[in-house]
Each structure stands twice: as C-alpha cells, then as structure tokens.
C-alpha cells in the first residue's frame, strides 16, 4: 500500500526527507518558536477555474467587493518624513493620498477634488507640499483636510466650506508599513492580520531601510503574479540550478486564519528530487560559498557544522561587516532561509536577514499586474539612514537584473516572469479551464481563492 492510500488528502508529505521545521529545529541554536507552529488543514481538491484569471466580470467583482474592504500597505512611514510630504497610492481605479500634517500626524484622503472630480496629485507620484490644490480650477485644502480656498466663492453659495474636508480614507500602521483600507467599518488592522504582529514581535521591520525598490510591469493577473511566489513546487523545473542547496519538496506551508499563511523553505539542503549523488555538507557549503572544491578554493567545514550553519556565520559576518551590527543572536534559519509571510491580499513579506523581501501585486487590468519588490535592510545604528529610493521602473520585457542590487536574484525572477506569461496565454487555450492543485503544497494558492471568495459572497469583510 502506497503512503497515499494510508492518508487521508493533505496528510501526505515529502517522504524519506526531514520536514523543515525538523530540519531547523536542529540547527545548531534551534529555531525561533513562531516558525515551528504549524497550522495546516485539508482545503479541498477542486479545480480552480481559469475565469478567475481571464474575466473581467470576476476582476470587477474584485474590485467592488474586495479591494474596497481588505487592508493594503501603501507606503513606508519614511516616504512621508517631514510635514508637508505626500505620497499616492493606486490600485486599479482607487486612489489614496497619505500626507504627513504640520502636527506630524498622518492622514489620507481620496484622491479626487471635491468640485469635479479631478485628481489633486498623479497617479503613483509623491513629493512636498503645502496644501492640497487641484490643478483644474485651484479649490485647495489645508494638509489636515480643510477647503481652505475656493476661487469665486460668491458664485458657489451651496458650498459650506465646514462641510467640505476631504473625505478621509482608514489607516493604522505596522512595522513601518502604512496600511490603509477604503472600508470606513473595516475591522481593525491588528485583527486583520492575525498571528503576523505576534510573529514579527522579534523581526523589527520598522527598523529596516528600502535598499532597492523595483516596479515591474508582468504579463498576468494580479493572482497568477503573486501566486508564482506561494510555492516552492516550481523550483525543480523553473529554478533548477537551485536545487543542490534548496530544500523545496519538503518545504513547509502554513496557514493561519483567513489572511496570513507562510512557507519556509531552507538554504543549504538538497531538494529531496536530487536522490542520486546527493551533494557532501562540505559540497554544499562550497557551492553556498560559491567555490567548488574542485577549484581548490573551497573552505574546510568546521567538524561538526553542517553546511548552513556555516554558511549562516559566514553571512552574518558579511552583514556585520557591511552594517556595522552584530547580528550573531539570530538563528541559522533567520539568517539564510526563504521565511515568507503572505498577507492576504497582496502582501509578502520576508523576516530574514539575507532574504529580506518584500512584495506586493496591484491588478494592471485583467491580464496584467504591477509588482513592487523591495529589499529591506537593518537600519545604521547610529548616523542617518538612507531615504527610501526612487523605484526603479520595469517594464514586461525589461528583466530585472537592469536593476543595480538585483543582479542575483534578478535572474531567478526573470525565470518566474517567463511562466506568467505562458500561464496567461494557456489558461486561455485549455481544453481543462481549470487548474489541480497540490494539496499540501500548493494550498496557500487554494487558501488565497477561498479567502478572495469569502469577500466576495460578503461573508466577511
Ligand atoms: S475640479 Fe478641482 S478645482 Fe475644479
Ligand atoms: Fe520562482
């Protein structure tokens, strides 16, 4: 009898291999309890239909029933440091200006003017400023939102300027992250985001800089887009030169609550698909290292350290040299692995301290979407810190490694990008119109289209 004859659907792992909660747990300084919790149930094994990618009545109801309700991180608290500083957010056809007061509070108002429509400042565009004034007939607010001018005032006796502040759009912030949400009942932010404040307790990304920001144009739907980062499935195939230090089949995969789910995935173990002339501890860290022993460049293991714990030394000594901090009380899981949160619905974000990404997807009409990817890093100690960075744009054909800082996993990304558009073009010429899904693997994908359909049959919101 085959072990998936034993288990129920869902109960089946990679087999003959270490779970990576296993595997990091004994690492040498353990793991870090968050990352050994494990929250996973069987969500079904139903097709997923293509519609949900191609059409634009399912992108509509997103729009209407989604987007409106769910919280998204706009900005970073350093893109609007000093009173007066601005900065617009987008997704589809909303809109949202977060502005810093002369009181330093913060504020966000829609981006429309009240007299005809117009928008106060472009689209994706950030900046100083002293009020807020249209660009068509000059109506301007005070940057906590009040008509404070209005040309021809005689002419407008309708208008009371007391009844005339700018509609105020909900925020809370976490971890440095302005998050914001259209939905003036929507529940607060804390709760939205489930275990992730509990989680991040130690993390601190409030105290990270952007080092890089990129936005990338892709060839696909805002999920397809995301969902090529849900899943260490496709390193095999996609990134197949990374699986002599890449433990993918026996990644783990978590979901907790309607929001967050997670998966984690170790650097320095051999994907459990190399089953012949699997690589020595003192191979894999040559090739971590980036010396082959062959080339006699290799670095001698230490007796008794395995390859990744090693090498996560070695990385914290590379960063320790480059931020002036010590970094020796994080764990060996911390400090190399692929540790990704997502945030329904469109945020990923990674605590590591090599892999300390973060990403975000904004639908670009049905078949396109924009991708923020950013790189977060420990903040100086003391002197100042860098301003956020003007993001660096790509477009669908520009690969990545254009962009200085991302000349490594650029290149991975790029591989990434090829899928998408192929994926499009498939979903549109199936003979199937569905995808099967994995089970184990592949259910933060599934996860993501139950927690989208919870918003939109307005069960939760
Ligand atoms: S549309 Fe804004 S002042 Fe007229
Ligand atoms: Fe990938």
């Given at each position: ?45 139903e ?10 009545k ?17 900005c ?49 565009s ?41 509609p ?14 259209f939905d ?11 275990v ?24 696909a ?25 890449a ?16 998966f ?76 990704e ?54 477009e ?48 933060r ?17």
């Amino acid at each position: 009898m085959s072990l998936n004859e034993e288990t129920k659907p869902g109960d089946a792992r990679c087999p003959d291999h270490p779970s990576t909660k296993e595997l990091i747990k004994n690492d040498k300084g353990g793991a870090p309890k968050p990352l050994l919790e494990e929250s996973y149930n069987f969500l079904g094994d139903e097709d997923i239909p293509y519609e949900r990618y191609t059409s634009e009545k399912f992108a509509n109801a997103e729009d209407e029933h989604m987007w409106s309700k769910v919280w998204q991180w706009a900005c970073r608290e350093e893109h609007i440091p000093e009173p007066g500083d601005y900065y617009v957010y987008d997704v589809g056809d909303r809109s949202a200006i977060i502005v810093r007061t002369e009181d330093n509070e913060i504020k966000v108002y829609y981006n429309s003017c009240l007299h005809r429509g117009t928008q106060l400042k472009p689209a994706n565009s950030s900046g100083f400023c002293k009020e807020l004034k249209c660009p068509f007939h000059g109506w301007s607010w005070s940057l906590k939102g009040e008509l404070e001018f209005l040309p021809c005032d005689w002419d407008f006796p309708h208008v009371n300027k007391e009844e005339f502040s700018l509609p105020e759009i909900k925020f809370d912030i976490w971890c440095g992250f302005i998050f914001i949400n259209f939905d003036e009942n929507a529940k607060p932010l804390s709760e939205y985001l489930g275990v992730l404040p509990r989680h991040f307790e130690n993390w601190k990304l409030e105290d990270r800089y952007i080092e890089t920001h990129v936005i990338k144009k892709l060839p696909a739907n805002w999920k397809v887009s995301a969902e090529a980062f849900l899943e260490a499935y496709h390193v095999l195939e996609t990134h197949s030169e990374g699986v002599y230090t890449a433990g993918d089949a026996n990644a783990d995969y978590d979901i907790f609550g309607d929001h967050i789910s997670r998966f984690v995935h170790t650097i320095g173990y051999t994907s459990p698909h190399i089953t012949e002339n699997r690589p020595s501890e003192q191979e894999i860290f040559d090739i971590l290292m980036g010396k082959r022993t062959e080339e006699g460049a290799g670095q001698k293991l230490p007796e008794g350290t395995s390859a990744r714990e090693a090498y996560a030394e070695h990385v914290q000594e590379t960063m320790k040299e480059k931020f002036k901090q010590d970094f020796s009380h994080l764990t060996v899981t911390e400090t190399i692995d692929s540790i990704e949160y997502f945030a329904f619905p469109n945020a990923f974000f990674f605590p590591g301290l090599q892999l300390s990404m973060v990403y975000r997807f904004r639908p670009n009409g049905v078949d396109g979407a924009l991708f923020d990817l950013l790189f977060l890093r420990p903040k100086p100690i003391d002197g100042p810190c860098p301003p956020p960075p003007e993001p660096f744009a790509l477009e669908i054909e520009d690969s990545y490694t254009k962009c200085p800082g991302t000349e490594f996993l650029g290149a991975v990304y790029d591989q990434d990008t090829n899928n998408l558009l192929s994926q499009t073009k498939g979903f549109k010429s199936s003979f199937k119109k569905g995808q099967s899904l994995g089970n184990y693997q592949e259910a933060r994908t599934r996860h993501f289209h139950q927690t989208i359909d919870k918003y939109l049959e307005n069960i939760n919101g």
